[in-house]
């Protein structure tokens, strides 16, 4: 079975503080996702990696930035966390040349 | 009137009936589907895809029906189950062999009273 796991299920932080989101999938997936999840919005693309030290930005990439130093590995980062960047933030990983995603469980993260 | 965006479809169903999620897409170049499911607290977990070259495609339970014309896609459930209560969204996949991204749907809720 494909493993996606995220750091951390819940995480508060106040605003101006730089958060970092981890996720790790055990497949030896090319393909990592971020997404963010906000109700009635659906699923938002932040960024995409497809290789090692390789990204792409979505459609939403203002205000994160992203790190993949291993092929196991996919950051997130918030540089300086504002209220609006609270919400659901989802981890995928995908295995070309097939299209499907493999989700983690989630990060709730909420900036106060 | 209401805002696009803030509000989630719903669809309300009885134990043991069929149900069918409808979703529109924008694309008219993609051509790969995809529809996952997401229970209360988890991440959404892949039910069943179909290429554009189908319009048809059944799984356990579940049916996917897909009409180019229209661009339409729908995801029917056959004898829903309790457990089927979550929320459905469709993706589409753009046209073109090297771009691995989904634009997922907004979602629909499912209910199912016992």
């Known amino acids: 079975d494909v493993k996606v796991t995220q750091s951390s299920r819940y995480l508060v932080k106040r605003t101006g503080e730089k958060v970092f989101l981890e996720c790790v999938q055990d497949?030896?997936?090319?393909?990592m996702f971020w997404y963010r999840q906000d109700p009635g919005l659906g699923l938002r693309l932040i960024y995409f990696s497809y290789d090692v030290k390789m990204k792409e930005k979505g459609d939403i990439p203002e205000g994160y930035s992203v790190s993949r130093e291993k092929k196991e590995r996919f950051s997130l980062i918030l540089e300086s966390a504002s209220t609006n960047q609270t919400s659901m933030y989802l981890c995928?990983?995908?295995?070309?040349?097939?299209?499907?995603?493999?989700f983690g469980p989630g990060t709730r993260l909420t900036v106060t | 009137g209401e805002s696009v965006g803030l509000h989630l479809p719903t669809l309300s169903v009885q134990e043991g009936d069929n149900s069918i999620i409808n979703c529109a897409y924008s694309?008219?170049?993609?051509?790969?589907f995809i529809w996952y499911k997401q229970e209360s607290g988890k991440g959404p977990q892949f039910i069943i895809d179909i290429r554009s070259n189908m319009d048809k495609r059944q799984g356990q339970r579940v049916t996917v029906l897909l009409n180019k014309t229209v661009k339409h896609l729908s995801l029917q459930i056959a004898a829903t189950q309790p457990g089927d209560s979550a929320v459905y969204f469709c993706a589409e996949k753009g046209g073109g062999g090297s771009n691995y991204k989904l634009t997922f749907g907004k979602g629909t809720l499912l209910t199912v009273n016992p």
């Open positions: 694309n008219s170049a993609s051509d790969y």
């Open positions: 497949m030896d997936h090319e393909n």
């Open positions: 995928a990983s995908s295995f070309p040349p097939t299209y499907e995603q493999y």
